[in-house]
């Protein structure tokens, strides 16, 4: 079955580091793939969106990757800061539909 | 602009009991889902509306969930009769004012979620 795939365990860091979050997917090839932020006891916010056509694409301090060869979405903050601190999801389409399948998580912690 | 609202956002009910969710989505949005969020998973979609139409509904337990969205703009879920494992954050979300089509790329809105605790 159609799978995404996050590193469960937190990501704990200092702040001013690059934070390097991975989204694996399984058994398709998703059109795009979605990154959202996640704080307690909040819906996720939608960050950024990258084709299967883009290598990379920026936003601010934010970077995100698609390589389909590896299957995989790597998701970057650069300078990262204490405010950055959230959960960050990756979301990818199934496959022929518009139904997104969301990730479990990862959980991001940058130390001041 | 407005979010996305929902409202209760806690409830704490026994098991067997009956339970409703209400959602506003952002005006002018067609689409309209609803997700299940259980702790330390990723949202789950439940049921996803076109304008007052169903789009999916394949993961919605449809022996004790409802869900309907009559005007074409706010969205009703209900849990009848509520289980343990119904214990879960219900997130709304809403999308695109262009409908499916237009919206293959478009990111969902989310609200800030039902926390529901099943005793």
């Known amino acids: 079955s159609q799978k995404i795939e996050q590193n469960s365990e937190a990501l704990n860091i200092q702040e001013g580091k690059t934070a390097t979050l991975t989204c694996n997917y399984t058994?398709?090839?998703?059109?795009?793939l979605q990154w959202y932020r996640q704080d307690p006891g909040r819906g996720p916010v939608f960050l950024l969106l990258?084709?299967?056509?883009?290598k990379e694409k920026r936003k601010e301090r934010l970077k995100v990757t698609f390589d389909t060869t590896l299957k995989q979405s790597l998701f970057h903050i650069t300078a990262s800061q204490p405010a950055d601190s959230a959960t960050y999801l990756c979301?990818?389409?199934?496959?022929?539909?518009?139904?997104?399948?969301f990730g479990s998580g990862t959980r991001l912690l940058v130390r001041p | 602009e407005a979010g996305v609202a929902q409202s209760p956002r806690y409830k704490i009910i026994e098991k067997r009991q009956s339970v409703a969710f209400w959602c506003n989505p952002i005006?002018?949005?067609?689409?309209l889902y609803w997700y299940q969020q259980i702790l330390g998973q990723g949202p789950k979609l439940l049921i996803q509306?076109?304008?007052?139409?169903?789009?999916?509904d394949s993961q919605l337990p449809k022996d004790r969930f409802s869900a309907e969205r009559l005007k074409g703009v706010d969205s009703t879920l209900k849990i009848q009769p509520a289980k343990l494992e119904d214990s879960a954050v219900y997130l709304c979300?809403?999308?695109?004012?262009?409908?499916?089509?237009?919206?293959?790329?478009?990111?969902?809105?989310f609200g800030p979620g039902t926390r529901l605790t099943v005793l």
């Open positions: 979300a809403s999308s695109s004012p262009q409908g499916l089509a237009a919206n293959a790329y478009n990111e969902q809105f």
């Open positions: 058994n398709y090839s998703p059109a795009y």
């Open positions: 990258i084709r299967e056509n883009e």
């Open positions: 979301a990818a389409p199934m496959d022929s539909s518009y139904k997104l399948i």
């Open positions: 005006s002018g949005h067609a689409t």
């Open positions: 509306f076109q304008n007052n139409g169903v789009v999916d």
